[in-house]
């Protein structure tokens, strides 16, 4: 009776710290691994929007590993993240795949001196103030488990698996909401006047 | 919503639905979407500046040119964009504080009524044309080849200073003429002519803030003055504890006038005797030391006993007691003479009277100094007034000039009806006009020149107020519009046409200043290192401090004359043509942003309105709104009426700014009504100025009422003591208060 009790007891004790083990793996498996933080919640469906060159993000970022920052150079700086400069993409493609279709177009615009007419994909009300430099530095560069060539895994929060893609696709929804529920979980500021400035 | 009507009720019914989709959706399912997606373009750069960075502003010093104060601001520039100015800390004359108007140059510069191809009048209309075909034209009247010679010729301006005014000059010597009229509503021209005959110096510096009590006669030094910011970075000084006093005397309250400790309602025109009451006070009651006076100014005193100001000035006695006792008490102390006091056919007089008192009070040398002289004389600002309008209709009366050019100035708008400056004008064969804007002035041109805006342009200064530096002005962004050009470069174009010697080496106006700047005395760059160091340093500081030689100010008492109060049976009230920091003389009446700012007093937007006190609305029988006509005997206007305390019950006030011919901007047009076109042709005796505040008019109900759109529904606390107020006995025993006497 006695040792009976005993694992009636010990199971008692053990079940809730199962429960909750069990979460917290699952938890781990739901989401993306960036240590020190919880990623955003939501999703949309966004639009196929047509770019004056089909851009492949997957053959930069994910064949060839190309750390976001080296082309979206400005994101740990500013405010915004910056549309490379044409002369950033000619410094690989004057001589990179100079055959390709693409490529030759993008020469075109280079060679008259024009930046190519992007589409603009992502984007927040004028009345919103967000700032890729603020939360690269609280994700990345503030992060000490993170190493910056992960940091791929942090602009996925807001922008998707971009890795994946060839062109942007917006797949989260960018929303009052979405930015809030992240600001909660990760501790960010909520004072209005800190978005709404 | 039209084309898309929606009712109340079908917008509730959305409304509720979209309620419920939320409350369907659960937590983590967004129901909107903000932005769409692909519908605007987002462009890179080809080839980056190192130092750009997109989303972060970049900052470059330049001077405004806003109002002829010359305050130093800081112009934000972010991808090539001007976004906004601030105060450049830098600068001693503002430190770093700007106005409204300062603020908002942006919305000048990007204002969509800007003029951007130059214009030529092609069958009695303004065409637009090419910078060779305008050019051209020019040439023709007034090149080198052209028969136009001597005083034929003039300049039009506003207030100009710097190399500005250098190139100026040099054209009107290439011309042959001596005709450069320059002309602004807000000056304080009387009270230069005063001081240069008491003191010696016709704009000496006010120490506002070593001043213990400040009276001011009309003197809106916070609002439309000589030196709106610098005067109020000085206020916030004399504010400071041990506080200063600030007594207002004005038939209308102006901004000054609301910070006022003790606000005196004078009777227009009456300012001068009151200053020579408070003079006979301070010499017969607090036994002032007059020996220095000669005698016929002790004799004119003598005559404004007590009972005879408080009789002419309407002001009562008590206060008249009141405000001499502090000026005997506290020391130094400051008086000063504005607009409204200076405006008078007498208003030399009056200014004088108020210097009188400056000298028995010992203030010359504590709290009115010496300004000193630039040692590059022929840079000193040249100060607009309306005497410059006046010469320039006189000048046209007599049909003698044949080519007119105008920058910085809208004589046209500015000018009363009485003298019939458009018409005048249009009798001139060539006029051209640099403007940037299709204001009145421009629209009678033969040929418009668009000219860049101040923000796009080079260029430099000198303030008339506190010209204790050269200010310089460097563009914040390339030109909005390809085809407008710099007033610097096209005057150099001028100089170059007219093939004047020393000028055909410089390339354009900025290799001008360039070269100015280098021909500066060395022991000025002593600290820089090179040349190239030195104008690194000056467009980032903005500035060029210089040290002006002081003079010695005199103390020289005049003895005045001053008429005793006449009334006016047929014209009964006095109008008050008022100016406010914003609206300015008219020349703002283009930015949104200045006609949505509401006045200060009345707090109106975007129109017009007529000033009065609940006395005269009572005589009248008009309440807020009712709409009256202002008679003089130069024509009338119309405007709803607005009533208030801070006015003298004989007084009529109707602010400047509105009631532009609908060319000019589509944020003025069908806007409110122009005071300045009734006014009577009444001049200041002995400068010649036009008595802005001279004009006597009369009232009359209109039979409609257009309710006036203003912040604030009632000037009362409606008991519900928004302000806690505690009367002074109480003051005085629980907070230890005391009164300044």
Not at chain 1, 47 to 54: G, L, M
Not at chain 2, 42 to 50: A, C, G, I, N
Not at chain 2, 325 to 330: E, F, I, K
Not at chain 2, 416 to 427: D, T, V, W, Y
Request: glycine fraction near 8%.
């Amino acid at each position: 009776m006695n040792a009976g009790r005993g694992i009636v007891w010990s199971w008692a004790l053990f079940l809730p710290l199962a429960v909750f083990l069990l979460l917290m793996m699952s938890s781990a498996q739901v989401y993306a691994e960036v240590p020190n933080a919880v990623p955003p919640k939501g999703d949309h469906k966004g639009e196929d929007v047509p770019q004056p060159i089909e851009f492949p993000h997957d053959i930069h970022a994910k064949i060839n590993e190309i750390n976001c920052m080296y082309c979206h150079t400005y994101a740990r700086r500013s405010k915004v993240a910056g549309i490379p400069p044409t002369s950033k993409c000619m410094g690989c493609h004057s001589v990179i795949a100079t055959d390709k279709p693409r490529i030759q177009k993008l020469t075109e615009y280079w060679e008259k001196r024009e930046p190519p007419p992007w589409n603009k994909v992502h984007d927040v009300p004028d009345y919103v103030h967000f700032t890729h430099e603020k939360h690269l530095k609280r994700f990345v560069f503030d992060n000490e488990e993170l190493p910056v060539e992960r940091v791929s895994e942090v602009c996925a929060f807001c922008h998707g698996e971009v890795k994946n893609m060839t062109v942007a696709h917006k797949v989260k929804p960018l929303t009052m909401g979405f930015c809030v529920r992240c600001h909660e979980a990760n501790k960010g500021p909520s004072d209005c006047w800190k978005c709404h400035k | 919503m039209s084309g898309n009507e929606i009712n109340r009720r079908d917008f509730l019914k959305v409304m509720g639905w979209s309620g419920a989709g939320v409350a369907l959706a659960g937590c983590d399912m967004p129901t909107t979407v903000t932005l769409e997606e692909g519908k605007e373009k987002v462009t890179s750069y080809v080839l980056p500046e190192e130092y750009v960075i997109p989303g972060v502003g970049v900052y470059y010093a330049s001077t405004c040119q806003q109002c002829p104060a010359g305050c130093g601001i800081h112009g934000r520039v972010r991808e090539g964009r001007f976004l906004k100015v601030e105060g450049n800390p830098d600068a001693p004359l503002n430190h770093g504080k700007v106005c409204q108007m300062g603020q908002a140059g942006v919305q000048g510069h990007y204002n969509p009524d800007r003029i951007t191809k130059p214009l030529i009048r092609k069958g009695g209309a303004l065409v637009e044309a090419s910078w060779d075909e305008a050019m051209d034209l020019i040439k023709q009247n007034v090149g080198a080849e052209s028969t136009l010679k001597g005083e034929r010729f003039a300049w039009v301006t506003g207030t100009v200073s710097g190399h500005q005014a250098v190139l100026l000059q040099s054209h009107l010597d290439a011309m042959g003429s001596t005709n450069h009229f320059a002309h602004e509503i807000v000056n304080n021209a009387v009270s230069q002519a005063v001081n240069r005959e008491m003191l010696g110096e016709a704009q000496p510096a006010y120490r506002i803030d070593e001043a213990r009590l400040i009276v001011s006669f009309g003197a809106d030094l916070l609002g439309a003055s000589q030196s709106p910011v610098h005067f109020t970075t000085q206020y916030a000084k004399f504010r400071e504890a041990p506080r200063g006093v600030l007594v207002q005397v004005e038939s209308k309250m102006t901004l000054t006038g609301a910070n006022a400790d003790l606000w005196l309602a004078v009777r227009p025109g009456t300012e001068g005797v009151l200053a020579l009451g408070l003079a006979n006070a301070l010499l017969v009651k607090h036994k002032r030391d007059a020996a220095d006076l000669p005698a016929d100014v002790r004799d004119v005193i003598a005559k404004y006993d007590h009972d005879t100001v408080q009789r002419i000035t309407g002001v009562a006695g008590d206060r008249i007691v009141k405000v001499a006792a502090w000026l005997n008490s506290q020391s130094p102390s400051l008086v000063l003479a504005g607009g409204s006091a200076e405006g008078q056919a007498h208003g030399y007089d009056t200014a004088a009277a108020v210097m009188l008192l400056n000298i028995i009070l010992g203030n010359i040398g504590r709290t009115i100094v010496s300004s000193g002289d630039l040692p590059f004389a022929q840079m000193e600002a040249k100060s607009g007034n309306t005497a410059g309008l006046l010469a320039l209709a006189d000048t046209l009366d007599k049909g003698g000039l044949d080519a007119v050019f105008v920058y910085n100035t809208n004589p046209v708008y500015t000018a009363p009806s009485h003298l019939n400056l458009a018409e005048k004008l249009s009798a001139v064969p060539f006029k051209v006009v640099f403007a940037q804007f299709p204001d009145e002035t421009a629209m009678r041109a033969d040929v418009v020149l668009p000219i860049h805006s101040p923000y796009e342009d080079w260029g430099t200064h000198v303030a008339g107020y506190y010209g204790n530096q050269i200010s310089i002005q460097q563009p914040l962004m390339e030109p909005l519009n390809p085809t407008t050009r710099g007033f610097g470069d096209l005057l150099l174009g001028m100089l170059k046409m007219r093939g004047v010697a020393g000028y055909a080496d410089f390339e354009d106006y900025y290799g001008y200043i360039r070269q100015a700047v280098a021909a500066l005395p060395a022991e000025m760059k002593a600290d820089a290192g090179s040349e190239d160091k030195y104008w690194q340093q000056v467009l980032q500081r903005g500035l060029i401090p210089v040290q002006r030689k002081p003079r010695s100010l005199t103390a020289k008492a005049i003895a005045v004359s001053l008429p005793d109060y006449a009334q006016d049976s047929e014209y009964p009230y006095h109008l008050v043509p008022s100016p406010r920091l914003g609206m300015w003389d008219g020349r703002y009446a283009n930015i949104p942003w200045l006609q949505e700012a509401p006045d200060q007093i009345s707090k109106v937007v975007w129109d017009s309105w007529a000033e009065m006190h609940p006395l005269t609305a009572q005589k009248l029988g008009v309440m807020e709104g009712d709409v009256i006509k202002i008679t003089s005997d130069q024509g009338a206007i119309e405007a709803a009426v607005y009533i208030y305390k801070g006015i003298h019950p004989d007084a009529i006030a109707v602010p400047l700014g509105q009631g532009h011919e609908k060319e000019f901007s589509r944020y003025a047009k069908d806007r409110g009504v122009n005071p300045l076109k009734i006014l009577s042709p009444v001049r200041e005796a002995k400068t010649g100025e036009l008595a802005l505040y001279g004009t006597r008019v009369k009232l009359a109900k209109a039979g409609r009422n257009e309710a006036l759109v203003k912040l604030g529904g009632t000037d009362q606390q409606m008991g519900r003591k928004l302000v806690a107020t505690v009367t002074a006995d109480v003051f005085r025993r629980t907070e230890g208060g005391q009164d300044v006497a």
